[in-house]
Structure formats: C-alpha cells, structure tokens
C-alpha cells in the first residue's frame, strides 16, 4: 500500500547533488536490470508484448498516493531499458541512432540538474556564452575562410533544414527550391510549411544529383532559386558532387544550402574530410551531432559563412529582450532559434569537443566508416547475399540474392519481432534492401559476422514451416 511521501528534493543548488546521488544508483542499476532482462538489441515479442509489459510497469500512473521516488524509478526506467532499441548493441543497424557517449550523457544530466532556458540572459548566463563560443567555432570547421562564420543549434537535420528555407525566403522571396531525389522528406515538408512552391525534383539515376541534370533544371527557371544538396542521404549515405554543384549555383545565381545532417562530421577527420571538398561554398550547412558525433538527441546545427545571415530571425519581446537591456549589455537570445523555451544542448558538445578532440573525433569517425567497408567484404564474401554497392559513409545495403522484396521485407520484421537484429530498409532501383547503418565504433568484426548470420538464419528458417 501507498504511503505518503516527504516533499520531494529540488536537483539544482548546492543540495541538489545529495538529493541526486541515490536516486542516479537507483537510475543506473535499473538500466542495468532491463538491458540484461532484454538480452539483445530490441525486446522480443513485438508491439503487443512491449505494449503489455510497459501497462504493467506503469499502471497506475496517477495513484492517491504516490508510490516514492525510488520505486518509481526503478519499476519505469527499468520496464523503458527492458523494452528499448539499445543502438549500443552492434546487432541494432537499423538507423542514424547512434549509441550516445558516456561523457557526454554525464554533461546532458548536468544539463537537466541546472535547467536553464536558452531564451534570456538571464536564465542562462553561463550557457549562453558557452553556446557562443562552440557555435563559432564549429562554423570555422565548417566556413575556416568565412567572413563570420556562426551556427544555431537545433532540435536535428528538421529544424535546420527549415531554417534554411526560411533564412532564403526572407532574403529574396519565394524561392523555387531545387534537389536531388535522395533529399530529406524535411526539405519538402518545409517548403510546404513556410508556403513556398513545390520543389522540383532532378532526377538522381547514379544516387546523387547529377551536374548536367542540375544545369539544365536552373537553366529553365527563373527567380530566386535555391538548390538544396546532400552529404550522406539517409538511404545510401551517397554524398552529391558539392564542388560542381556550388560552381553551378554561382553561374546560375543560386543560393546553396547542403543538408550534411549525416556526413558533416567527417570534417573531423583527416583521412575523410576530402569528401566534403566544397561544402564551404554553401549559403548554409546542416549538421547532426547527435548521428555521428555520438551526442544524445538532440544535437543539430544550422551554419553560416557570416552571422549576418542569421539577421531575418530577430525577434524582440520586451519581458526577455528589451532594447534598454540588449543596449545596456545584456545578449539578446532570441534570435538564436525559432523556439523559445530550449536547453542548452551545447554542453555536452562542448564536453565531447574538449575531451576528445579533433583527432579523438576523427578517430571515433574513421574507425565507423571503416567498420561499413569490413561489413561490405563480409557480404561479398558471402554466397547467397548481394551488396547494393561499396560505402560511402557508414551505410550498407543488401540483400537475399533469390528472394522477392516481399521475402526480404518479412526477413526484417521476424528479426524486429523476435528481437534479434534491428535492420532498416530502402527502396532503390525498383528493389527493396535490408539497410545497416553501422554507428557504433565499438563494433567488432565478430559482430558485423553476427549481424549477417541472424539474416542468413531466417532466410533458412524463414523458407520451412515452424
């Protein structure tokens, strides 16, 4: 039975470590708990069986009287690791999940413990200098000749995206935007959000947007165009040819934003950064952190060669930015994002840059998309299975030589169900492919094989009667 409980401790303040300590053994060992009860990289049984065990954690939700801290998170945080797609098992391939550093989870707690709200001074008076300081020099990676360079953080590839529709509109208009069909769905959904026209589509028959192609759709157009390429597409992880495409914006008179959500943290490496020759000659660049920086969600950026780009986004109101208080001194920060209420997701940024550095990162990079080649000379090396094509990123495609899409497809969902391996898919060239993702840099040639033999199994399984 309930019984009623003291009045709860507050996480900030000089107390509120005490107040944390036992309640984070409680936290780390039900995490724990529910790792091992799950066994694997996704729960077995599917959405009915997760669905059932999370009632029964739960339920009930609103009791008369409070069950106490510690139960409550044990019993809930236990039933959400048991019943999690855990992205540190090597076996869960599917997405850009990437399994978060454990630097840079102990920063986002710290993060939660202050809670401050990005939208004034003072609310976050340390914060915000430090997210002024990493954006700046995050932007230089990316702009190292830029006027100005500066970023905004974002919720993920999204938000950035939009902002970067809107950034163009509110310079020229409604802008005709152009891209390739590997785009991000979120370039399309923006422009219909921010009601500009629909955006025309070159067709990409090699994977990425082709030169000649792109010539001929500006070539036709007229009024402000800007086209919109990729480094790393969700399906393929191809990057767009970016020094032909920026040349081709210049002539043309376009604007370029590049969507590099998933590639951009190549630029930590030395061996891998050539590929993103040109993304400096953009208009604007996504990057995801939280996809292969290894960050907790979220973790998005939104650069640009000089900060006075940012200037459409200015927004004033009088009870956070009062023009006596930004004149006395004090940072306006509202024009640092469309949101309003936000945390400062720059700490655990600027942890992981600090600790790791440049070369730690470029490490961590290399060694993933090195992990995608082994994966690919696994599957060549494997009869009865067909590789898409060699990486370029950390994305691999495959699948079954002699099974149907229909075969493929249901090789997925019994491995999803049974929680065995956590594959993704991608349709291109009128076939249906099995997509690994590969994000973790821990993973061992033992598991990449692993991952292949749970495929190469229920294709026998899968083909008898059980």
Wanted: hydrophobic share 45%; glycine share 8%; net charge negative.
């Amino acid at each position: 039975m309930s019984t009623p409980q003291p009045d709860p401790a507050l996480a900030g303040g000089t107390a509120g470590p005490d107040a944390l300590r036992p309640l984070l053994a409680v936290v780390l060992d039900a995490l724990h708990d529910g790792a091992a009860e799950r066994g694997g990289p996704l729960p077995a049984g599917g959405p009915e069986a997760v669905a059932a065990r999370v009632r029964e954690a739960a339920e009930p939700l609103l009791p008369e009287l409070g069950t106490g801290a510690e139960e409550a998170l044990r019993s809930l945080v236990h039933a959400l690791a048991q019943g999690a797609a855990d992205p540190a098992d090597p076996l869960c391939a599917a997405h850009l999940h990437t399994p978060p550093l454990a630097l840079a989870v102990a920063a986002d707690l710290a993060v939660s413990a202050l809670n401050p709200s990005m939208d004034s001074w003072d609310q976050a008076p340390a914060a915000s200098e430090l997210e002024a300081a990493v954006t700046r020099t995050l932007a230089a990676e990316i702009y190292p000749s830029g006027t100005d360079p500066d970023a905004l953080v974002t919720t993920g590839g999204t938000e950035s995206n939009q902002l970067a529709l809107l950034l163009a509109r509110e310079r020229h208009g409604a802008v005709q935007v152009v891209c390739g069909a590997g785009t991000h769905h979120s370039v399309h959904r923006a422009a219909w959000l921010l009601g500009l026209p629909e955006p025309m589509t070159v067709p990409t028959p090699s994977g990425t947007l082709d030169p000649a192609a792109l010539d001929d759709a500006l070539t036709g157009l007229s009024g402000p165009l800007l086209v919109v390429a990729t480094a790393g597409t969700t399906d393929t992880g191809r990057i767009d040819p970016l020094p032909e495409i920026a040349g081709l914006c210049e002539r043309h008179g376009a604007e370029l934003h590049v969507d590099a959500a998933y590639g951009g943290p190549l630029l930590f490496s030395a061996d891998l950064r050539s590929l993103l020759n040109g993304l400096d000659r953009a208009h604007s660049v996504t990057v995801d952190l939280h996809k292969m920086g290894w960050q907790p969600v979220a973790a998005g950026l939104i650069a640009v060669p000089d900060r006075s780009r940012l200037a459409p986004l200015g927004h004033t109101a009088d009870y956070l930015n009062a023009d006596d208080d930004t004149e006395a001194g004090l940072p306006d920060l509202l024009g640092r994002s469309l949101r309003t209420t936000r945390r400062p997701d720059i700490l655990k940024i600027a942890v992981t840059l600090r600790a790791l550095g440049r070369t730690g990162l470029g490490a961590l990079v290399d060694r993933t998309c090195a992990a995608a080649h082994q994966f690919a000379d696994l599957i060549e090396k494997t009869p009865g299975l067909e590789l898409y094509e060699r990486p370029t990123l950390s994305t691999v495609l495959f699948r079954p030589v002699a099974a149907t899409d229909e075969r493929t497809a249901r090789i997925r969902r019994t491995l999803l169900a049974e929680g065995r391996a956590v594959l993704g898919r991608a349709r291109t060239k009128d076939r249906l492919w099995l997509k690994a993702t590969l994000l973790n840099p821990h993973a061992t040639p033992g598991d990449l094989a692993a991952l292949i033999q749970e495929v190469l199994t229920e294709l026998v399984e899968g083909s008898t009667p059980r």
